[in-house]
């Protein structure tokens, strides 16, 4: 089997092998195997390959690596649960104040609400915004347009 296609073999497996490990760093050794195929190409012996190779793979983890974890970071995960809720805006459907509570409907769905301003009261059909949670009950303040 030629040498070249053993290091392009090789580089298609650890590629391969990347999808299933974290951290980006089988596929900086798979770019170098796919560098070495070069000097195999060439016909220079083992030794070329092999430092080809390293330096590929090296040039990799250092300059590609950072690069695709950066990229990686950028995706937003998506908020799911009460924290997803912060934020939105809501409809006050019953009175909420900071003494007594009040209720307010978020997107079909009511939920018990509190302000944390004292002798604050919200009325009814006003719109607030939600700006943090405790257990169930949404800590919400006057929305501003």
């Known amino acids: 089997m030629n040498a070249a296609l053993i290091w392009f073999i090789a580089s298609i497996l650890l590629f391969a092998a990347e ?5 980006f760093v089988l596929a900086c050794f798979g770019a170098g195997a796919l560098v070495a195929c070069i000097p195999a190409l060439l016909g220079l012996g083992i030794v070329w390959q092999v430092v080809v190779f390293a330096l590929g793979s090296l040039l ?3 300059l590609l690596r950072p690069l695709l974890q950066r990229l990686s970071k950028n995706k937003k995960t998506p ?8 934020g939105k ?3 006050v459907v019953r009175e909420v104040s900071s003494r007594q509570g009040g209720r307010v409907a978020i997107d079909g769905d009511e939920w018990p609400a509190v302000v944390l301003a004292e002798d604050l009261e ?3 059909d006003v ?6 949670y405790d257990s169930i009950v949404l800590v919400v303040e006057p929305f501003e347009s």
Do not use: E, H, N, W
């Open 19 to 23: 999808i299933i490990t974290p951290g």
């Open 60 to 62: 990799a983890l250092f």
């Open 79 to 86: 908020t799911t649960g009460m924290d997803a809720l912060i």
């Open 89 to 91: 805006k809501a409809r």
């Open 122 to 124: 919200i009325p009814q």
């Open 127 to 132: 719109f607030v915004k939600v700006v943090s």
